[in-house]
């Protein structure tokens, strides 16, 4: 009889150990698939909105807002030194990266409409608490969402994007502000040190600003923005600027650019609503700005600290994309950031 209990007790033992285990290893299972970034879509006006996500549904969420020229890809090395600690989504805008690309025609190409669209998609996913990250387009994109949201609004996060006069007071700016006021415009703002090369590369005494701004689309274009400025250029991937150009060569592309260039017009006359929304509510800020971007200088990071009194300012020695460069320093940045502003 002590023989029989002695073999039940023993393999009650070793099937406890071996549930225990099993448990453990779907877990760490469970864990490593959550980490692992996952490609998505959902409908949203009819359209396919495409995100990247990764990290569990019960970590704070980080909202990665993408500029120009780029998509959610921008932020493909970002995201996996994240998802461990935060629920990550990164959003494609309609006519960017994986997302449905209606016409100008078919589809209103504004910054309000962008906004619109990432809040649907924000709550078709059930999130109402988040931090943003924001860059170039994502910064209008987003402080439209903090300033309508500002109690979903957990902490923002910085990265060359632009609410003060001060950043686009620059030779860049000049046609593109003119383009806002006359589409048809003929060599206005063309004439300073950056667009004069423009020209003489075109080999144009005069142009259209419309057919200026239409450079910003080129492959010569696109390379210059992820290589100009960096320390070193050797970190730079191709493949990022030549994913971007494949997706800007689309058919009816550029008429969707264009149509974002002058709505960029709307923009500026909000910048004082969002600098009250800073001032009223506050939220904890964290800015990351390469120091040597050409198209939002670092003169546009400094305002920031008129408005924000919880704020975190870091200068990196890098252009317009620091992720390429830099990826893992803004991850370590936005760890120790999230971890004393966002429970």
Do not use: C
């Amino acid at each position: 009889m002590n023989k029989i209990l002695k073999m039940i007790l023993t393999v009650f033992i070793l099937s406890e150990v071996f549930i225990t285990n099993l448990s453990a290893k779907q877990n760490e299972n469970k864990k490593e698939v959550s980490l692992e970034t996952s490609y998505k879509s959902v409908k949203i006006e009819g359209l396919d909105i495409f995100y990247r996500e990764a990290g569990s549904i019960d970590k704070p969420t980080l909202l990665l807002l993408h500029g120009f020229p780029t998509s959610s890809h921008m932020f493909r090395k970002l995201i996996p030194k994240l998802s461990e600690q935060y629920h990550v989504i990164a959003p494609d805008y309609p006519g960017y990266g994986n997302s449905s690309m209606p016409s100008v025609k078919e589809f209103d190409y504004t910054f309000d409409h962008m906004a619109i669209i990432v809040e649907k998609l924000l709550e078709k996913l059930s999130i109402s608490k988040y931090s943003m990250y924001m860059m170039d387009y994502g910064a209008p994109v987003g402080f439209r969402i903090a300033a309508s949201n500002p109690k979903n609004i957990q902490s923002l996060i910085i990265q060359n994007g632009n609410a003060y006069d001060e950043g686009i007071n620059n030779n860049f700016w000049e046609p593109i502000k003119a383009y806002w006021l006359n589409k048809d415009a003929i060599d206005k703002g063309l004439n300073n040190a950056w667009w004069k090369n423009v020209k003489v590369a075109y080999k144009k005494e005069s142009m259209s600003n419309k057919e200026a701004l239409s450079f910003l689309l080129t492959q010569g274009a696109t390379k210059w923005q992820y290589t100009n400025g960096v320390k070193d250029i050797s970190k730079i991937s191709p493949d990022a600027w030549l994913e971007d150009q494949r997706l800007l060569d689309r058919k009816g592309n550029k008429q969707i650019q264009l149509q974002m260039f002058y709505d960029y017009g709307s923009n500026p006359p909000l910048y004082k609503k969002w600098q009250k929304y800073f001032r009223e509510y506050q939220p904890a800020t964290l800015i990351v700005w390469g120091k040597n971007d050409e198209i939002f200088p670092s003169e546009g990071a400094y305002p920031y600290q008129r408005d924000l009194k919880d704020l975190e300012l870091h200068f990196l020695d890098t252009g317009h994309f620091v992720l390429e460069e830099y990826s893992t320093k803004v991850a370590n940045y936005i760890k120790t950031f999230l971890a004393k502003k966002v429970k």
